[in-house]
């Protein structure tokens, strides 16, 4: 499971400039073949897709979080963009089990939003103020202070299962592109509780 989540971190955070980058869905279930190896969904911006699942395909749950799960030395990705004050904000925080601690660590560009980044480390301190807490995250070689605020969605990763790829579910979804154009996916995240993966 470390490998598989750590791969796909890699996969969700990967720079823009990586030379064959990977695709990436993000969207809803609309129904699955009958032999649960292709995905009929719809993005987000309401267009057909396809996702081919590989035979085996993990699934990553994304359950639904608060500040209050964030303990000392957690270890999580932030995604963010400059506040206009010199600074970040978040716009999600993602919480990673112990097992993944170290996957992906350091600040890259991110395709969440224009200008936005992603930067994953351990919580090193957390400091309230009137605008919302500030995480200092911190990685081999650097850290970051990212202001947290109440529009902020924070999650966090689980173990999943393939059977909880269904209808109306919604995931996202990376892979290299088959030649028929069709994504291939090794691993999928699944939002849980009614929840949208926000990254």
Sequence with gaps: MRVLLSLFVFLLTAPAAFAQAPAVLRGAIVSISADGAVIEARTRAGEPAQVRLKPDVRVIGVEPASLKDLGPNAYIGVAAVPDG????????????????????????????????????????????????????????????????????????????????????????????KGEDGVLEAAAVLVGRGGITPPM
């Design 85 to 176: 004050a010199d600074g970040l904000v978040a716009l999600e925080v993602h919480i990673f089990p112990e097992s993944m601690r170290g996957a992906g660590a350091g600040k890259r560009d991110f395709d969440l939003a224009p200008h936005s980044s992603m930067t994953n480390g351990a919580l090193a301190s957390r400091v309230e103020s009137v605008d919302g807490p500030k995480l200092t995250v911190s990685y081999p070689g650097g850290s970051q202070t990212i202001r947290v605020d109440k529009s902020t969605k924070i999650v966090a990763f689980t173990p999943g299962d393939r059977s909880e790829l269904k209808a109306g579910a919604e995931i996202i979804a990376r892979g290299a």
